[in-house]
């Protein structure tokens, strides 16, 4: 079992002990434990069970490789799953559960799984649930859910706060061990700037731990002078706990900072996603090492030899009293040393290699430590945790040679290079022969728009293991990184480090060499999804040759640590399985994130009200006052209607739309784009974008006026005033202002450039009120300061004066075919102007009315709406509006596309109106008209549908609009339309404009 | 008569940064080819300030000229004196290919003042905020959070920001938030 050593742990503070606890049980540990180091302190060495076969599962790693301990961390509406244990640094009152078991940690049933493992193999979901079809949805699918999987889902809202940082700078380093500092060094001290980001707690990396020595100082005394020097430089931010997640184009890099995982509910930011734009990214990323793949390699207690130096240097925990080290590298002896250091017993030291030799090899010798030579574990014993190994040799075939009892396994299968973030935007990679790992090609870098590269790797990362050349490495990339962005002293000085360079490590990819189906069978890649050798050697068989085929078919590396640890063995198991070489096998892609990040990181500060902008009108609070139903218009809030007291909307619908009709109504119509065109070519540039003639519009007159696209298909419509010779006013609808701006802008940037006109989005400028109904102008006129009479303001005119004190302008034109006056105000004075309104007008029941009362008025005239009667498709002959197509412009955009046969097609579907025969049936929005003949496919044909349809109080009776084929010659038809139960709704084709098609009502 | 109010109402919120209504503004567009010299003369005359530089801001008197395109400025003034500027500018641009226009009610100004008003933009803002980077005089017209803005520094704890106005409530409530005790991450030194 693990335990506490009594002494040492470089990291811990035993002076400050913390409570936590683990599936419920109360622990403790030490300030600057992580929730890993804790656990094994505890002896908790168990801490999960396997995704498909219910394996139980111990901690491997010390670092972000971790594929087995991820727990679920915290409580309640702070539940995350899948936490890695080692990268969880320990607080007070922290609280973890372990997942995938059922019912419990120690006693689980889906272990049977693993049992019935050789009826799960590689591709097990493809090849036994195909058949019958129903089963999978109804059986397999839920089964397999329950038995497979990771942590729960939350089911609360997160309470946290997250948020984005955008940040620029001349060197970004990721990572902040030996290498990462030098090269920061190097970059700031050439005068750039440096971001340098580093995920873990601590500076320093491995280099405390492996007795690295530099320039005659101590690694962790060499780190401190480092930051100190660093952290004095004003051209450079060191940062802890912040992750490079990311590498994109032109040098975007995310990074994810966990400023609050250790406080919360406190912490004023969980987690902070920087977005930063880095001239140079330096990937000082290090190296993580390989396990070996032999039978029983997952037992609780088998870990990675670096791991285990780490818990007993850095933490004070002992993995178990004795620990047998197998090992293909010279490196694996530093991890004998450590045990031996700690007082702690190695029964052997298993080397894959026939003559191991060198100073660490030599210094363990003398430890009186037994080494084996050419040796390797042929099976693990144990099954919660490890009791012991068999020993065989390593070019055999796994017969047992000796039994050594022990508690801890430590494997030492090499480095590789972390070369994620250089590959994330595209650097390649080279196959070292040497020490047989994929390490970054400096030749191929990921590249800029320059088409120079911008990722430059440092130390481990680019290769070298040993502590000078990574050093070198690192100043070196430093340097030519910050003078790629003209930033250049001269060559800096490379620290120098002590002791010399690792032999060189053997290729160990199976353990023994010829393992046969049995032990093969137990010799885990993937930890985290269960992949074994068999499973890579069984698709090789079944045909699959890309990597890319055989991650996706046997899972190997597409569990949530993504292979970190499976990558370099899979692939070598492939290639050895399809006899070809591994740099022909090649990788599968790594993608961003290097580790998971939180979904909260992602969202920043988008969310609850700040999840999207709300516009408001100048009059917005007194709507919300008076208790308005809101409506999403684009990004306006739009009353709907304003329901009194108990009122359905429907009632209060019908109420204000008879009290405008029979007095006066007041809307807020703030939200109409309003765009100013300017300037001698204002007038021929309008009749260009519109397609009825604006040039002949008179100064200070109205025109209704469409835009089409360049397709001919209506897109947009509103009034035309015209201010001034060389000056109109282009009323928009709401949700249509900036895209008509922006359409404008690119007409005269790009084709009508020598067109003299300027234009100017000035919607926010104005608040606009529409005063409705027979009662309006003496409303209007009580408030006084302007003649509204209809000769001085007659319909489809504008005025300029002052209402009441406040400067206006007024547009005498109606969308309910009602007396009707627009007033245009300032924005600051919108408010004031209601307020105004509404007082002059209670005498006369003055009622604001919603959107809903708008659109039932504007249908019970036939007028349309963009967005109900056009969906990108329709043409304005279709609606009837033929008239608002210029004859006699030599060009507006769209005339072209209107003479092309299928938009002149007598057959098109046309506006026209509907009255059902039951006047109390409202039919649905988007009905069909059905014909009673089937297609050839056998559906239903249709004829068309409704595009507006409403109760109209004013005519007491159902009212709709329909695009109907050839819907002009069908007056007086009746036609059938399908309700969603099935049943048919008849309606009769009529006129659309229901009221006053003699428009007297507002020629008045 | 009644006065004029602004869409923030005077609203304030003091964090790590203070958040505040800038308060009414007169703000005057001028749309013109900038680099025609008889504008630079023209706006001159009117207003007493040179044109700025790309993404610079120019002064004179109770006046700030902002670059806001190559044939865009945004001049910024007292609220009551920009229909006295609108009339001078029109008057000297007489003749010209020119479009001014009186938009003080079109957007609203927020001022940011405190230690951190780089950080409070830089979570918004895909800008190098860096001191050094950006310093008084000069503006951007960017994005913050989801809103189109546009910022300055008055100097090195004071900056403005304008947006439109009828998401100036949306955007005040993000920088308040943005701008909440403890929050900062301490980048820029």
Known sequence: MSSRLATGGRRIDRSKRLSFSFNGTKLTGFEGDTLASALLANGQDLVGRSFKYHRPRGIVAAGAEEPNALVALGQGDRMEPNQRATITELFDGLSARSQNHWPSLQFDIGAINARLSRFLPAGFYYKTFMQPRAAWKHLFEPVIRKSAGLGPAPTQGDPDRYEYFYAHTDVLVAGGGIAGLAAARAAAEAGARVLLVEQDSRFGGRSATDGVVIDGTDAEAWVAEQVAALSAMPNVDLRLRTMAAGVYDHGYVTLYERAGDRDPGAAPVRHRLWRVRAGRTVTATGAIERPISFAGNDRPGVMLASAVRDYIDLYAVSPGDRTVVVTATDDGYRTALAVRDAGLDVPAVLDTRPDPKGPLVDAVRARGIRVEAGRGIAKVRGTRRVTGVDICAQAGEGAVIEHVPCECVAMAGGWSPVVHLWSHCGGKLLWDETAHHFRPDPDRPPTGADGQGFAVTAGTASGPMDTGAALADAVEAGHRAAKALGHDKGAPRIPQADGTADGPPAAVWMMPHGAGPELRGKAFLDFQNDVKVSDVQLAAQEGYQSVEHTKRYTTLGMATDQGKLSNINGLAILSDSLGAPIPEVGTTTFRPPYTPISLGAVAGEARGSLFKPVRRTPIHDWHADAGAVWEPVGDWRRPYCYPKDEESHRDAVNREITATRSGVGLLDASTLGKIIVSGPDAAAFLDLTYTNMMSSLKVGRCRYGLMCTENGFLFDDGVVVRLSEDSFLCHTTSGGSDRVHAWMEEWLQTEWWDLKVWTSNVTEQFGQIAIVGPKARSVLERLGGMDLSAEALPFMAMAEGTLGGIGVRIFRISFSGELSYEIAVPAGRARALWDMLLAEGAADGITPYGTEALHVMRAEKGYIMIGDETDGTVIPQDLNLGWAVSKKKSDFIGKRAMERSALTDPDRKQLVGLETEDPALVLPDGAHAVSGQTNRFGQQETLGHVTSTYWSPTLNRSIAMALVSGGSRRMGETLDFSLEDGRIAKARVVDPVFLDKDGERQNV | ?189
């Open chain 2, 1 to 189: 008569m009644s006065e004029a109010v602004t869409a923030l109402a005077g609203a304030t919120y003091e964090g790590a940064v203070t958040v505040a209504d800038g308060g009414l503004t007169g703000m005057v567009q001028l749309r013109a080819d900038l680099a025609d010299a008889a504008v630079a003369t023209a706006v001159k005359a009117a207003t007493g300030a040179d044109l700025p530089d790309r993404r610079r801001i120019s002064a004179a008197k109770e006046q700030r000229l902002l670059w806001m395109s190559p044939d865009e400025l945004l001049i910024l003034t007292d609220h009551g004196a920009a229909p006295d500027l609108v009339k001078r500018l029109s008057t000297e641009l007489t003749g010209q290919h020119a479009l001014v226009l009186d938009l003080s009610d079109a957007r609203s100004r927020i001022r940011l003042s405190g230690q951190g008003v780089r950080e409070v933009l830089a979570k918004g803002a895909p800008v190098d905020l860096a001191p050094g980077r950006f310093e008084p005089g000069e503006v951007r017209r960017t994005r913050i959070g989801q809103i189109a803005a546009a910022f300055w520094l008055l100097s090195e704890t004071e900056a403005e920001v304008i947006c439109f106005r009828s998401v100036a409530p949306f955007l005040f409530d993000w920088l308040s938030t943005a701008a909440r005790p403890g929050s900062l991450p301490g980048h820029f030194r």
